[in-house]
């Protein structure tokens, strides 16, 4: 790590720190909602399997990119500033996606918005544990939870509405405007802090963003020569960290940690279900099962209710009991969820019976999100905190860019009843990882 100046003691901001946490929450809210509309609007749009699901890939990719370097920035410019430039450019992407007259042109604004969620979710997750003491933090990041569990019911069913009725350019308009109040509320209620004065430095963003997006296009398209030039790419990044001569970029040495690695593997699997498992889903329930985008957004609402119930009782279970254990058997429950929806296609279920489904990803997620974060972040150091939520909010997005990747993949591999099972398949195996490793996790 390069070395950078003395760390100023933290200084509690003059507002309430639950007022900080609002309007961050408030860019969060958005992602979620993006994350929740797009599987249901996907099969919807005038594209190929392929292309359709590129447009989640490239918003994944521009995300998970510069994720190190943006985590960092707000360390080194303050993480009001960084926030609220990348939120406004996220919106302003939204506009232009609404607006898009070409697939080109969605693809770039998605890729726009991505790059703007990249820059102010690390501040997010930096300025929590800078504003609220350690023994509040569980409580602070389940009420972060149930917010992202109201936009993540918001997110399905209103989109698949707003789309069904006035088309899937509505969908994204619909965001800017809620991306703009969002805007506002991080202007008035967010705190200015001290800052490290770190630099940042151009090659190894340039390895990142090349590395993964050669790694992305690779596995989705099948070119292997671009998946192999996308692996020597981040060989040689991660080399350079080990060496130190990527001047910080990524801070490897998180990694010896063992709390933050496996946290770090945990929410990558998290991310990896997430993104990838209503791709799938949604193509079945509507091209197969006949579903409406309406009914097809609606099956997801259980998972978001429990979710919403059960987080905040799983961030008061963090503070007190050992979140390891917490995190495993939410990751289990998830893993009985993906299997039943497997159960359920193969069987070719009525559509309402989905709802078991998503109920028991809810019930599974909201203990993992809120220990899983809480654990992870718990131990670094003040003047690390940005570069870790840079690193942390990465592995969550690494997971998604290659989970929508391989779902991806192999659901446009053939007939969308032949291939939605084995799609399901591969979260599936990322939530029995989390499992796994969640068993070694101790607070």
């Known amino acids: 790590m390069p070395a950078c100046t003395v760390w100023v003691p933290r200084l509690k901001p003059a507002v309430n720190p639950w007022n900080t946490l609002a309007a961050l929450a408030a860019g969060y809210f958005l992602v979620l909602i993006d994350q929740g509309f797009m599987p249901v609007i996907t099969p919807m749009l005038p594209f190929d399997v392929g292309e359709a699901v590129w447009l989640t890939s490239v918003y994944l990719l521009c995300t998970v990119a510069p994720m190190p370097a943006t985590g960092k920035l707000g360390d080194a410019y303050g993480q009001r500033r960084v926030f609220l430039i990348g939120l406004a450019v996220y919106v302003a992407a939204l506009a232009c996606a609404g607006a898009s007259w070409s697939f080109g042109s969605l693809v770039v604004a998605r890729g726009l918005q991505g790059f703007g969620a990249a820059v102010f979710l690390p501040q997010a997750f930096g300025l929590i544990p800078r504003v609220f003491s350690q023994d509040t933090q569980g409580r602070a990041f389940a009420a972060w939870g149930v917010i992202g569990s109201v936009a993540s019911l918001i997110g399905p069913v209103l989109g698949g509405a707003v789309a069904q009725s006035y088309g899937w350019r509505a969908a994204f308009l619909a965001q800017a405007g809620l991306g703009a109040v969002a805007l506002v509320a991080g202007l008035v209620a967010l705190p200015r802090l001290p800052r490290s004065g770190e630099r940042i430095y151009l090659l190894p963003v340039l390895l990142s963003f090349g590395g993964l997006g050669c790694l992305v296009y690779g596995i989705q398209f099948g070119k292997w020569l671009t998946l192999a030039v996308g692996v020597a790419a981040l060989s040689v990044l991660v080399f350079s960290a080990r060496s130190g001569e990527d001047h910080g970029f990524l801070p490897i040495d998180l990694m010896r940690d063992r709390s933050f690695a496996l946290g770090a593997l945990g929410v990558g699997a998290m991310g990896f279900t997430v993104a990838s498992m209503f791709i799938p889903m949604m193509y079945w329930l509507q091209n197969v099962a006949g579903a409406s985008p309406t009914a097809s957004g609606a099956v997801t609402a259980p998972m978001s209710v429990f979710a919403l119930i059960l987080t905040p009782v799983a961030g008061y279970l963090t503070d007190r009991r050992d979140p390891g254990k917490l995190c495993a058997a939410g990751f289990t429950i998830s893993a009985a969820g993906l299997a039943l929806a497997i159960a359920l296609i193969q069987a070719n279920a009525a559509v309402w019976w989905f709802t078991a489904v998503t109920s028991l990803m809810g019930i599974g997620g909201a203990f993992v999100w809120a220990p899983n974060a809480a654990v992870t972040m718990r131990g670094i ?22 989970g929508v990747a391989l779902v991806g993949a192999v659901l446009a591999g053939g007939a969308v009843e032949a291939t939605a099972g084995p799609a399901l398949a591969l979260p599936l195996v990322a939530m029995v990882i989390g499992a796994v490793s969640s068993l070694r996790l101790r607070g």
């Open 381 to 402: 150091a003040e003047h690390q905190t940005g570069a870790a939520s840079g690193l942390y909010n990465t592995a969550r997005q690494v997971g998604s860019v290659l």
